[in-house]
Every structure is written in C-alpha cells, then in structure tokens.
C-alpha cells in the first residue's frame, strides 16, 4: 500500500511528458516484463478458463473454437456480470459528480434504483433492457483528466493490465475511497460483489476473445500493440483528440 | 489497377457508367454522398460474402476481392511500411503491396463468425484534412454498439478507404506499428518481412 501511495504522489505531482502522438514510456524495460508475465497468465490460465466459460454458457462444443457465433442472452457469466457491474455503479454517480456531469450521475443512479429492485440485486438488467437506461461507465482516472491532471507515463500494471500513472491513481482511489456500498455491505457483500468482478473478467475475455488472441498473441510485438490499443482507446472514452493519419500529404 | 474482375452484367455496366463519369468529369471533387455511397457498398459486399456461407478459405479471398475494389491498398501499404517504402525500389514495394493484401484480408477477415447475424448502420460524413470521415455503428450479438469510422479519399481518382477508426483505435496506425516491428525481427530487410506477411495473419 506504502508503494501504491507513493506512485499515487509521484503520478499526481509531476507526470511525464511526450511529444504530441507519442506514449511516454520511461519504465518501458519494467513494463515488458510485467507483460509477459501477463501474457502467460493470460495463456495458461485466463484463455483456458474463458473457453471453458464461453463452451459452458449455453454454446455446444464446437469442433474448433470459433465455429459458433457468440450465445445470445445473458448466461451464468453474464448473470454475474450483471451482478458485479451494478455494485459498482455508485462509485460511478460519486465520479460523475466529482467531474460536474449531472446527467450520466442520473442516469447511473436511475439504473442503479432500478436494477437492485426490479433486476433482483442487479442479477438482470431491466434497467438497460426496458428503459434505456445503459450504464455510463466512468473512473477517478476519468475524474483527474477533467480536473486537467495529464496522463503521465504509460503502465503495464501485473492482471491488471495496461495503464498509466494517472489512471492508476484512479484505481486506487476508485478502490479505497469512493465506494460509497463501503459502509453499507457487510464484508460477505463485498467478497461476493469482487467475486463477480473476477467472474466477469473472465466473461470478457471470452466475449472478446479473438481480439484478445489477436493482439497477444499473433502480434509480432504484442506489449506495443497493447500499449497503442489502450492508449487510443482511453483518450477516446475521455473524448481526447485523436490523432489524424492522411497518407496523401506525407 | 490491371485486374479488375467482372462479375455480374450489372458490375460491368456500373464500370461503363463510372469510366464515362470520370470521363466527362476528370477531377470531380468527392461529396460527403459520394464517400458515404463507397462505404455503404463496401459494407454491402463484406455482408454479402459473411452471409455465403462459403468456406473460410474462399471468403478471404473474397475479402481480398472487396478491399481491392474499395480501399486505396497502395496508400495503405504505403503508410504501414513507414520510412522504408521510399527506401525500396518499386518492384519490391508492389510485393510489400499484394503481401499486405493478402495479409489484411486473413488478419480481419478471420473475425468474420462475430459478424453472423449483425449489421453495420453507415452514417453521415465529414471533412478532416485532405479526406472524408464516414461514420458508422456496428451493432454485434451481444455488445454494446460501436462507433466505426472509415477514412475515404478519392486521391486515386475513386473513393476508396485507407483507414478504420473502431472506437478510437486506429487500424492504419496499429499495421504501422506491426511492420514496425515485423521490420526491427528482420533488422530492417523489407524482403524478409514480405515472406514472413505471406504467412502471416
């Protein structure tokens, strides 16, 4: 914890910069490493788990795995899913306060209202299905970027996954401080709501597993082409500019 | 573009038509309509191919069929190569060129099962730099929906796409970034790196 406080005070204090388009990556030896114990986390235990999920959720084995379009409907992965993303809601509406947004704070709390009552604790998404009322993900990463703190230095971060300094800091504040069910679950409530968001984890890695396979490993230089991948689509959930390629003025 | 195939009366007609457009009106700037048309047929044909039912092999073919006709591959291959492509001699780079084709069409081509029974809802267009920006949604079994963006430019006289922005992540800069280091395995020999696409994706 002492070490997380202590990247938390260097993230906040003075985070690297790059040129523009470019990711600064000072601890890019470290940040290897990180990614290949992730890789073979992923290869020996996530992939594995996550095809056993998929094949268990209602699809028929397969000859080869990816002969069968995805399940429809929610499926025991999804069911939990549904669980462990609407316990973390309320941390969501305390976020999109934090950032001055009225409107996602509403409606995530709406779908939170809702899903716990009508969606039996949030094991079924009525909220979503019938109302419209889709959950607007946000984070304290989200929350310091409106604040104007910069990204700071790129971060493979152990399970996890891919990261930056000030998004870490997010985490670890998402994760001790801004969990307002804190004071309200007991310490079983919360095992179960963490239990979720590990089950769930590894029913994204089946929904999304030939993008995952793809870029981890049939990629010539997997750690780059994650590192690209998270940081394009981070700056595109925090609706950053992007960058611009036209081939014909080079 | 010396090979061109000629399918259907129709395909050939709307050649005819398109030749005689161009004829008449050589340096016709491209609409925000026009860019959309190209996409939206280009959609149309990917879907038409997804829905065959035909072996995978043969779709990637197809596939490779679609991006010939609708994507700018030169411009592509191009950019993906980076610094290097004004290294090489033409000859060479015309390799680099159909390896990359043949390389794209399999690497996304073998996605094609996540298509089965979606659809993609091509929107409208704006101007960014020297191009169009068409937006559109794709809506897959079981996701949420996704903002895709193709990048059309008529610089080869047609509209053709040279980019795809799915929701922020940028293809051409992610190919860029995969030859980048296909090139560093090879230290920097563009003809090894031709070989290792072929097999590749």
């Not at chain 1, 939990?80 to 609407?86: A, E, K, L, Q």
């Not at chain 2, 491209?30 to 779709?59: H, L, Y």
């Not at chain 2, 190569?81 to 390799?95: I, K, N, S």
């Not at chain 2, 040279?162 to 929701?167: A, D, R, T, V």
Request: glycine letters at 8%.
């Amino acid at each position: 914890m002492r070490l997380a406080g202590a990247i938390l005070l260097v993230s906040l204090a003075g985070c690297a910069s790059a040129p523009p388009g470019e990711i600064a990556d000072p601890y890019e030896p470290m940040n290897r490493q990180v990614h290949a114990f992730n890789k073979s986390l992923d290869a020996n235990l996530l992939r594995p788990v996550a095809r056993m999920a998929r094949l268990g959720d209602g699809a028929k084995a397969p000859a080869e795995p990816w002969t069968k379009p995805y399940p429809q409907g929610p499926g025991a992965i999804g069911i939990v899913g549904n669980f462990g993303s609407n316990l973390s809601l309320p941390g969501k509406v305390v976020n999109s306060l934090l950032q001055g947004r009225p409107q996602p704070a509403w409606q995530n709390t709406a779908r939170f209202l809702v899903n716990s009552t009508l969606g039996l604790a949030g094991v079924f998404d009525p909220a979503g299905e019938e109302f419209a009322l889709t959950e607007v993900d946000t984070d304290f990463g989200e929350t310091l970027h409106v604040w104007g703190v910069p990204s700071g230095a790129y971060l493979e971060l152990p399970v996890l996954g891919p990261s930056t300094e000030r998004d870490l800091a997010g985490k670890i504040v998402d994760f001790v401080l801004i969990d307002p069910l804190d004071n309200v679950l007991t310490d079983e409530q919360k095992l179960a709501g963490t239990a979720a968001r590990v089950v769930s984890k590894a029913g994204e890695r089946a929904q999304f597993g030939s993008t995952v396979d793809s870029v981890l490993h049939d990629s010539a230089d997997s750690y780059a082409q994650t590192r690209l991948l998270y940081t394009q689509h981070r700056r595109y959930e925090l609706k950053q500019e992007e960058d611009v390629i036209d081939p014909y003025a080079d | 573009m010396t090979h061109m195939p000629i399918n259907t009366r129709r395909g050939f007609l709307g050649l005819m038509a398109a030749g005689t457009c161009l004829a008449v009106t050589p340096a016709r700037a491209m609409t925000a309509d026009t860019a959309t048309a190209a996409i939206q047929r280009a959609v149309d044909e990917v879907f038409a191919i997804i829905n065959s039912g035909a072996a995978p092999a043969q779709m990637y073919q197809q596939f490779e069929g679609v991006f010939a006709r609708h994507a700018d591959v030169a411009a592509i291959a191009r950019s993906a190569l980076g610094p290097a492509a004004r290294e090489v001699d033409q000859a060479t780079f015309a390799q680099f060129r159909t390896a990359m084709s043949g390389y794209i069409s399999r690497k996304y081509g073998k996605r094609f099962r996540e298509f089965i029974g979606s659809r993609i809802e091509v929107g409208g267009a704006r101007q960014v730099k020297s191009f169009w920006s068409v937006g559109s949604t794709a809506y897959l079994n079981g996701r949420s929906p996704m903002q895709v963006e193709w990048h059309v430019s008529d610089k080869t006289g047609q509209p053709r796409f040279f980019n795809l922005i799915i929701e922020g992540v940028n293809m051409l800069a992610s190919e860029r970034e995969e030859i980048r280091a296909m090139l560093a395995r090879r230290k920097g020999d563009v003809r090894a790196v031709i070989a290792d696409l072929q097999h590749a994706g």
